[in-house]
């Protein structure tokens, strides 16, 4: 399948059409797979080197996954509101306890069943669970910074102030476990609603996501936020992946999510991933690298410039040392950050930024 097919099928599949997932990894069975997913013409997401990060953005929003004795395990202990398939080759038995611990609907051996998957995706819906909920489709979408300062944070909440004057369902997850917390950035620290303390989750099984919204403190444009806490001793809580992957895999029935990341785990989370890089030298070395790998992972990503007041590139010259031209512009604000000292930021987005939010969301394809 070529890169022009994968990216058109990415957008339908964004789009809210019912999108089948290849997660194969066997040399001999992964044309198999593509070649049986393509023939049903819906659109095709082939993970290739299929890793964890892949199967974390795209599983739960597929009608259908494809997955082989490699990458099953991947979806161990997890409830996946599309269809699973386990594919096995004819050189041996199929490893029935591997397909069951996936939760695999049926097993089948390629080639000699490739009509019988066939029938079996055919009666896939038209468009994905999440879709066809009141809710609209479910995006998540991470902010990550090539530095420190760079204005991760503020990015991803003025975005979320963006979408929620949409009119969106909107979540916006702090994911940086030495972050001071999102609920400050905002002004409601002192509103109550649960923090990432105080979840303590072991599986989502049954977990609600309107339930998990209700029990979060929100804004006054009604945006859900879950944080980190303060506390006046040393709190043994210590946020790990686990914790945000569970969290974002109960929130993919529906809405938007939005999670404010480290850079170190830019790609493992989110349909799509925007990277904020200062035009100073040392930022934009970082941010290629980090744009790299995101490529490698074949991560969806954005790139938006950030002036702090001392930029150092010109436009071309970013351009040219990301190997990849940035799609809009944060201007430095210097009553923005005073404001949010004092009273959290405006709920309203400042002009002079609106544009990146709206770039941000025209690239997720949230209307």
Known sequence: ?????????????????????????????????VHVAAATTRPVIDLGEADDSGMRRHAHRAAAVLVDATTADALVGTRLPGKVFFLHTESSDIPWPKALACHAEQAFILPAQAPDILEALADLPVATTAATRGGGSAISVAFTGSCG?????????????????????????????HSGGLDLLLGIEDVPGARWPDLMLTDTGGIDADDLRSALPH?????????????????????????????????????????????????????????????????AAAGRALVQRLRARQAEHVILTRHRGWSGLEDEELARVLGHRPSAALPHIASLARRAETEGLPTKVPAGLRAATEAVLEHAGVG
């Open 219 to 283: 804004t006054s444009d009604g945006i859900g936020v879950l944080s980190a806490a303060r506390s006046t001793v040393d709190d043994p809580f210590v946020l790990e992946d686990k914790q945000v992957t569970r969290i974002v895999d109960v929130l993919s029935t529906g809405g938007l999510t939005l999670l404010d990341l480290p850079r170190s785990h830019a790609g493992n989370l989110g349909d799509l991933t925007v990277v904020i890089v200062p035009a100073e030298i040392r930022p």
């Open 149 to 177: 300062g760079a204005g991760t944070s503020t990015t991803a909440a003025l975005t979320a102030r963006q979408a929620a004057r949409r009119g969106h369902t909107v979540t916006l997850i702090d994911a940086d476990p």
């Open 1 to 33: 399948m070529t890169a022009h097919m994968m990216n058109r099928d990415k957008d339908r599949a964004r789009d809210g059409d019912a999108f089948i997932l290849v997660a194969v990894t066997d040399p001999v069975l992964h044309p198999e797979a």
